[in-house]
């Protein structure tokens, strides 16, 4: 079962805890540390998204550069530059944003959302943050001739090659597929294999799309969330670091040697996640910085001063 891994503490009160699972493994996907139920498949929702980049190029995505590769991967915050890249994508391969399928939305960026209400504007597919990987299937399905108007479904050549892709990397086969917020098929992993999938990607040589999508993550911290993410914040404080988020408190990583993470939230909130990677990124020896420092304890605010902080349970990772 899963335990007690964050608290949240104001004017010295414990005012609530987090629980959840995570997991550490060596270079050689050996557990360093295990608390609650790392081998329980549950849904990585946009943790995903690596794996599902390296089965595009796979099948045959050919960006045009690292901004569109990172673009694949990304859960981005519908800022302009985000949604830029993506428009480029679909208008390079010859469609347009009506053949996005993913559900329309406002940017989550807080700006980028009050100048589209601002003027006037709507929902838009590009906006939601999983068009970056929606445009990229499109984009491989044009160029294979295969259906336009039924990527989303299971039985769709892209999805059986993400399906074949994720098993491959993760080394781990379940059959209980479910939907994700965006409309294509979510695959369930246990945090285990999740944190194993991110030592493949890490570790590849040069020249293979494993690698390719891991030198995007890297390259373009940015550009694969947005401004104020915790994947931009975190990657911007440790060099070499590949990781990606994904919904209701799921973050999953590895450092360049291989040495990997994986954690859940049980109850999904964000601001438990930032504290509880950082410490486990602790255990892995990465260098202590202040950028670090700041992201492993948040601030509890009351009246705009900090009256509180959110952390790690003391002695829980052990």
Not at 60 to 75: H, I, K, N, Q
Not at 245 to 251: E, F, L, M, N, R
Not at 256 to 282: M, W
Request: hydrophobic share 45%; aromatic share 2%; glycine share 10%.
């Amino acid at each position: 079962m899963s335990v007690e891994l964050v608290e949240v503490v104001r004017s010295g009160v414990r005012e609530c805890v987090h629980r959840g699972s995570a997991v550490l493994l060596d270079p050689n996907g050996e557990p360093i540390l295990a608390v609650g139920e790392v081998h329980t498949p549950l849904y990585p929702r946009s943790a995903n998204k690596p794996m599902q980049a390296v089965a595009m190029l796979r099948a045959g995505f050919e960006p045009a550069d690292s901004r569109e590769l990172a673009l694949a991967t990304a859960s981005h915050h519908g800022e302009p530059a985000h949604v830029a890249v993506v428009h480029e994508l679909l208008r390079r391969t010859g469609l347009d944003e009506h053949r996005l399928l993913c559900p329309p939305d406002l940017p989550a960026d807080e700006v980028a959302r009050a100048r589209i209400l601002s003027s006037g504007g709507l929902r838009r597919s590009i906006f939601m943050n999983c068009s970056g990987k929606h445009a990229a299937m499109l984009a491989v399905c044009s160029a294979r001739g295969w259906p336009l108007d039924s990527y989303l479904e299971p039985a769709h050549p892209i999805q059986r090659t993400v399906l074949d892709t994720v098993e491959e990397l993760a080394g781990e086969i379940e059959s209980d597929h479910g939907i994700d917020g965006c409309g294509l098929p979510t695959i369930p992993l246990s945090l285990t294999a999740l944190a194993r999938s991110f030592t493949v990607l890490a570790t590849a040589p040069a020249g293979r799309p494993e690698r390719a999508v891991a030198d995007a993550i890297r390259e373009h911290p940015w550009l694969i969330s947005g401004t104020g993410a915790d994947d931009a914040r975190l990657l911007a404080a440790v060099p070499g670091l590949i990781c990606k988020t994904g919904a209701d408190g799921i973050h999953a990583g590895a450092l360049p040697d291989g040495s990997a993470f994986a954690l859940k939230i049980d109850d999904g909130h964000e601001r438990a996640r930032l504290p509880l990677t950082v410490a486990l990124l602790a255990h892995l020896n990465v260098e202590w910085t202040e950028d670090l420092a700041e992201l492993a304890a948040p601030p509890v605010l009351g009246g705009g001063a900090r009256v509180g902080t959110i952390r790690v349970i003391p002695g829980v990772l052990r």
